[in-house]
């Protein structure tokens, strides 16, 4: 398989189902990887994956192979009212599908309209230090590690200008 067959696509709203799949899928393989937790997500309701999609101040990418969501990842702006900042989500690519260079078109892409953004200056991201994958991925797009957050938890960042 080459990248030309990943396509990286927004979903629409009324496409919710394929989000919800892939973000409970994340939360099953990868619990350790994210703070959110399966049972809790779950359970939420229909609108809440559609008000997901829908928020002006998030943007949701998925990359797609033949017709088949197999990976995410999410920028939230404006988070906790800091305008100057895009904070990247969910980083998740199916096993089956790793090493292809996805997680990086996924987080390319993000970046890109990251950069549209007029007041955006910065991407910043938390990850658990045991995710040494996700880490690699993060530094081989210029991130570095800014801080600490708790014992567990790297604070990485990338200008973005
Ligand atoms: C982190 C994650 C999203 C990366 O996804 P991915 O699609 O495998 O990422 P990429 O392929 O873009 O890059 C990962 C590695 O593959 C390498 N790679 C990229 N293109 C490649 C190719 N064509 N052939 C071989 N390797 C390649 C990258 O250089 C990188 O290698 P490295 O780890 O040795 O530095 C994925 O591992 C994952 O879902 N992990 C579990 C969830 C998680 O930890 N999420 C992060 C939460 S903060």
């Known amino acids: 398989m080459t990248d030309t067959d990943t ?9 919710w189902q394929k989000y919800k799949e892939i973000r409970l899928e994340s ?8 703070n959110s937790k399966y049972a809790e997500i779950l359970n ?18 998925f990359a797609e192979v033949e017709g088949e969501i197999v990976g995410t990842m999410n ?8 305008k100057n900042e895009a904070v990247i989500h969910g980083a998740y690519v ?12 996924l987080l390319t892409a993000l970046l890109d309209e990251a ?3 007029p007041v955006v200056k910065i991407a910043k991201l938390w990850v658990k230090g045991s995710q040494i994958k996700a880490r690699k991925l993060y530094e081989s797009m210029g991130f570095s590690v ?3 957050d708790g014992e567990n938890t790297l604070v990485m960042e990338k200008s973005l200008v």
Not at 27 to 34: I, K, T
């Open 115 to 117: 950069k549209l953004h």
């Open 94 to 105: 199916n096993i089956t599908h790793r090493r292809k260079g996805i997680g990086q078109q």
């Open 27 to 34: 939360l099953r393989m990868e619990p350790q990887a994210f």
């Open 75 to 82: 920028a939230s702006f404006n988070e906790n009212n800091i």
């Open 7 to 15: 396509k990286i696509i927004k979903l629409d709203s009324k496409d």
């Open 44 to 61: 939420k309701p229909d609108q809440y994956w559609m008000d997901e999609l829908l928020d002006p101040d998030k943007l949701y990418l």
């Open 146 to 148: 800014t801080g600490k």
